[in-house]
């Protein structure tokens, strides 16, 4: 009986090889799930594309700096069991191509597999003219591989063995461990697969070679330090960069194979431009810096508090608090302004919910700390909201209040290409006498204070803000910093 196969995988700046990755592993997978871990060439687009053509490929986006496979592997793994019902699940990195032994074909092999874990061959393979045909099917160019056999294996699983155990795959899918009953971890035993082999295609041009090993470092080395023994390969190519020895080794003991497919696959948005690799790794560069700049500022302010007004749209709240929860910064607190007749059980699993939710009533005194951030129930914070506005704040004293724009409710949009400090009299002369607010509206404003002109509980109506009150206090006399793009 035909099992139901999902493909796991993340990927990083691998535009010269993920659509032939994709093609090839939907000719007898079910599924995909791919990760874009932050690239910066066309790996996003061209997955993008292929979505269009495979309605199974599911992409989701990591926007972290560290190189953090072995949890977002083992997350993919975990999903695709439990969530999309995967019989086997492959594990695999973008460019590792399972090719059958025998004249036969990969499809009948997997079905036929029957133990929990199974161990696949990994051998090293490398492009006879790696310089020329980047367009092209990678499988369907000539090919060396090497005549010695890794000692390291890598591993395909069940879905019912992911289902049943608390499971771990280790860094690089080379092993499984699970959780054992006193909270250890142990790891899995294998045997290896016989009928299989994992071609693997770890360098395909120079450039490749240079942008895989120094950016593959450098979020190592963000994730571990730079002192640290994992992925010491990408670590002793990196030194050899550094020295100026850029050439792209080739294996030792290579033997011809020719072409490992000989089926018709053809290529539509990979194109054969050489890697610039200094964009890669001065956009990498810039994200580093950030994040050590924002960790910085952010140890130095002590909270922001977030003020909502709400009725008896739980629901609506529910959301909102949700997205607080899920913020990259862990410093806020949440003065919600409810009716004094709100239900009791309601009222309860706010403040049981998290110790940073605090409630008042509508005559209550409120002393807001740090910024105050508005926010309407409903409106959903990007994760990274309230700590790239209180950076914004913190790190330019020449603006009291950051702006996102919300696109998905009417009004009128401020938009901007670039971060950019505004004059508020030039917003409030456009929107004054009109019946629009800003888009971004109360849920997208962060004020360094209030202004002492602007009495909170005067500007609540009904539970709800007052948005053009709130506005006509702040834009005139101030300069706001707007984002170029949404973050509410």
């Not at 009495?455 to 006509?472: A, P, S």
Request: aromatic share 8%; hydrophobic share 40%; glycine share 6%.
């Amino acid at each position: 009986m035909s099992k139901k196969i999902i493909v796991v995988s993340m990927a990083k700046n691998e535009a010269d090889i993920i659509e032939s990755f994709v093609r090839y592993y939907m000719t007898f997978a079910d599924g995909m799930i791919i990760v874009d871990h932050n690239s910066d060439d066309d790996t996003g687009k061209i997955l993008a594309e292929l979505q269009k053509e495979y309605p199974s490929l599911i992409v989701d986006q990591l926007n972290t700096i560290e190189h953090i496979q072995s949890e977002v592997m083992t997350n993919l793994v975990k999903i695709a069991a439990h969530e999309l019902g995967a019989e086997l699940i492959l594990p695999l990195d973008i460019d590792e191509f399972l090719i059958p032994k025998k004249n036969t074909d990969c499809r009948s092999i997997l079905d036929k597999i029957v133990d929990d874990v199974v161990a696949l061959e990994w051998v090293d393979h490398e492009l006879v003219n790696p310089e020329h045909d980047r367009d092209k099917f990678l499988l369907s160019r000539l090919c060396n591989k090497s005549a010695t056999m890794r000692t390291m294996t890598k591993v395909f699983l069940k879905g019912s063995f992911a289902k049943n155990n608390d499971i771990r795959l280790t860094q690089g899918n080379h092993g499984i461990r699970v959780k054992t009953a006193g909270g250890t971890e142990a790891l899995v035993p294998t045997h290896r697969h016989s009928e299989l082999v994992l071609a693997h295609f770890p360098f395909r041009s120079r450039g490749q070679y240079v942008s895989k090993n120094a950016i593959g470092w450098l979020t190592n080395a963000t994730r571990y330090s730079a002192t640290t023994v994992v992925a010491p390969h990408w670590k002793s190519a990196f030194d050899k960069i550094c020295d100026n020895d850029c050439e792209m080794p080739t294996i030792p003991d290579a033997q011809f194979v020719g072409k490992l497919y000989e089926g018709n696959i053809n290529l539509k948005y990979t194109d054969s431009e050489p890697i610039n690799v200094l964009p890669r790794v001065l956009k990498l560069a810039e994200k580093i810096c950030d994040k050590y700049a924002r960790q910085n500022t952010l140890n130095k302010i002590s909270t922001v508090t977030v003020i909502m007004p709400i009725g008896q749209d739980f629901d609506a709240v529910v959301g909102t608090i949700g997205s607080l929860l899920s913020q990259t910064m862990k410093n806020w607190k949440l003065v919600i302004i409810a009716p004094d007749d709100l239900d009791e059980d309601i009222r309860t699993a706010l403040m049981e919910c998290d110790n940073r939710i605090h409630i008042y009533g509508i005559g209550d005194e409120i002393n807001p700390e740090g910024f105050v951030k508005f926010i309407i129930p409903g409106r959903k914070l990007s994760p990274e909201c309230l700590e790239m506005e209180a950076v914004a704040l913190y790190n330019h004293s020449e603006f009291n209040f950051t702006y996102c724009n919300g696109k998905d409710v009417a009004g009128a949009d401020v938009v901007v290409d670039v971060l950019s400090i505004i004059p508020g009299i030039d917003i409030w002369n456009g929107i004054e006498e009109a019946s629009v607010d800003l888009t971004g509206g109360i849920s997208g404003m962060m004020l360094r204070r209030i202004p002492q002109e602007l009495q909170l509980l005067k500007v609540i109506e009904n539970y709800h803000w007052k948005e053009k009150e709130i506005l006509g206090v702040l834009l005139p006399e101030n300069l706001l910093f707007v984002f170029p793009e949404r973050f509410v």
